[in-house]
C-alpha cells in the first residue's frame, strides 16, 4: 500500500500494533502459561518479527527512500535476529536468574530491551538504507540526451544584484561559447523579485529574463529557471560568481557522459579554495551538513554548493515536486533524487573570491533548519509521491516512463 497523506500515522499505529503483539505474546506465555521468561521473549521476538514484516511491508513502500528497508528481506532477518538476541540480554539482566522473578521487574525489563532493540533496529536498517541509496547513486542509466532547443541553459539566480549582474551575464556567455554547436547555449537570469535594476541590466548584457514579481527566495529562482530552461542540460550557479564560470563546462560534461545530475562539492580532494570561506560560514555549513542526515541518507560532503546541473528532463521532473523556496531547497533536491532513484555524481570545484553574498548566516540557518523537519515531514505523509512511478503493487517501474510522461 503507498503511504499517502495519512501515511505517517499508519506507519506509527503499524509499529504500535508490532509491540502490542511484543508485548502480548510475552505476557501470555510468562504469566498465563508460566513458562521461562527468556524463552517466552525469544518466542514473543519472533512473533513479533514476523508480525513487523508483513505489517510495514503494507504500510510502506520502495517510493520512500527511508521505506526500502521492507525491499530488503536479507537486511531485515540480520537485524532481527541481532536486535532480537539484544532484546532477550537486556530482559534477562534485568529480571536476573531467579525462577519466578516478579512481574513489575518483567514489565521494567522488557520496555527498557523494547528501548534498547529499537534503536539499535533503526541504526541498523539506516546503515542498510545508506549502502543501498549510495549503489544506486552510482548507477549511470540515462543514454542519449534529453529533449531541448538547446544544448545548455545556465540558470542565475538574482536579487538586487544591479551592481554585479552584467558582468556575470557576460562572462558566463564568454566562457560557454563553445557550447554553439548542437543548439548553443543560453544564459536565464530569474530575477527574484528585486527593488532595482537587476532584470534590466542582465537583459542588456545578453540574457533572457524570467521576473517574479515579488521576491521569494532562491529555492523559488532556480525552480522558475529550470522549469523554463530551453537547454537539453540544466546548470545554474550563483550571480557572484563564487565559482569560475568556466567550470560550467565540466558539469555539462558529466551530464553528457549520462549522469542525470551533477553537482559541485568543495569537500571534494580536487576542489581548491582560492579564498578561505569565514569561520562562522564555514563551521555553520558543516553543521547543516550534519544536520541533513534527517532528511538525506547519501553522505553528501556539501549540499549547499550554488553549482549544480541535470538532464533537463530530470530537472523537470525534481523541480515540478520541490517546495522549499529558501536555501535549503539544495536538501530537499538531493531528497528527490534518492526518492526518484536517480543517479548522481560529485566533482571538484574552485572557490574564488565574491563578495555580496545575500545569505545572512543566522537568520537564514534557523530558517533552512526548519525547512529540513519540513522535508522530511512532506516526505512522510506522501508529498512527494509519484503515482505513475509505483504500480498498484508497489513495484518501481522504469523512471523512464515517468519520464516521458513529463512531456
Not at 548542437?182 to 532595482?196: P, Q
Not at 560529485?346 to 545575500?358: H, I
Request: proline share 4%; hydrophobic share 50%; charged share 20%.
Amino acid at each position: 500500500m503507498k503511504r499517502g497523506r495519512g501515511g505517517l500515522r499508519r506507519f506509527a499505529a503499524a509499529s504500535v500494533l508490532v509491540t502490542t503483539v511484543d508485548v502480548a505474546t510475552l505476557s501470555v506465555l510468562a504469566f498465563g502459561a508460566r513458562a521461562a521468561v527468556v524463552v517466552a521473549d525469544a518466542v514473543a521476538v519472533a512473533v513479533a518479527s514476523a508480525a513487523s514484516w508483513t505489517v510495514h511491508r503494507a504500510v510502506a513502500g520502495a517510493h520512500d527512500p527511508f521505506d526500502r528497508w521492507v525491499d530488503q528481506p536479507g537486511a531485515f532477518v540480520v537485524t532481527a535476529g541481532l536486535t532480537g538476541a539484544l532484546d532477550l540480554a537486556v530482559l534477562a539482566a534485568v529480571v536476573g536468574a531467579g525462577p519466578s522473578p516478579s512481574a513489575t521487574r518483567v514489565v521494567v525489563g522488557k520496555a527498557l530491551a523494547l528501548t534498547v532493540a529499537g534503536a539499535a533496529r533503526l541504526l541498523s536498517y539506516r546503515i542498510a538504507l545508506v549502502d543501498e541509496t549510495r549503489r544506486g547513486l552510482a548507477r549511470r542509466a540515462r543514454p542519449g540526451p534529453a529533449a531541448g532547443e538547446l544544448r545548455l541553459t545556465v540558470v542565475v539566480p538574482a536579487y538586487d544584484e544591479e551592481r554585479r549582474i552584467g558582468a556575470s551575464v557576460r562572462r558566463i556567455v564568454e566562457a560557454v561559447t563553445s557550447v554553439d554547436v548542437d543548439g548553443g547555449a543560453e544564459v536565464l537570469v530569474v530575477d527574484d523579485g528585486s527593488h532595482d535594476a537587476t532584470a534590466a541590466e542582465a537583459a542588456a548584457a545578453g540574457a533572457r529574463v524570467v521576473s517574479l514579481p515579488v521576491n521569494r527566495g532562491k529555492g523559488a529562482a532556480v525552480r522558475e529557471g529550470v522549469l523554463a530552461a530551453r537547454g537539453r542540460t540544466i546548470a545554474f550557479v550563483d550571480a557572484d560568481l563564487a565559482y569560475p564560470p568556466e567550470q560550467v563546462l565540466t558539469l555539462l560534461g558529466e551530464v553528457e557522459a549520462g549522469w542525470d545530475v551533477v553537482v559541485g562539492s568543495r569537500r571534494h580532494p580536487g576542489s581548491v579554495d582560492v579564498v578561505r570561506p569565514t569561520l562562522v560560514r564555514s563551521l555553520s555549513g558543516r553543521l547543516f551538513n550534519l544536520l541533513t542526515a534527517v532528511v538525506l541518507l547519501g553522505r553528501y560532503r556539501d549540499t549547499q554548493c550554488g553549482f549544480k546541473a541535470f538532464r533537463a528532463d530530470v530537472g523537470r521532473l525534481i523541480f515540478s515536486r520541490t517546495r522549499v523556496e529558501g536555501f535549503a531547497f539544495d536538501v530537499e533536491l538531493f531528497h528527490l533524487v534518492e526518492r526518484y532513484r536517480l543517479s548522481l555524481t560529485e566533482v571538484p570545484v574552485t572557490l574564488v573570491a565574491a563578495t555580496g553574498s545575500t545569505v545572512r548566516v543566522g537568520a537564514d540557518a534557523l530558517r533552512m533548519v526548519g525547512d529540513l523537519f519540513r522535508v522530511r515531514r512532506w516526505s512522510a505523509q506522501g508529498a512527494y509521491d509519484l503515482t505513475p512511478l509505483v504500480g498498484a503493487s508497489g513495484a518501481v517501474r522504469p523512471l523512464a516512463d515517468q519520464l516521458e510522461s513529463e512531456h
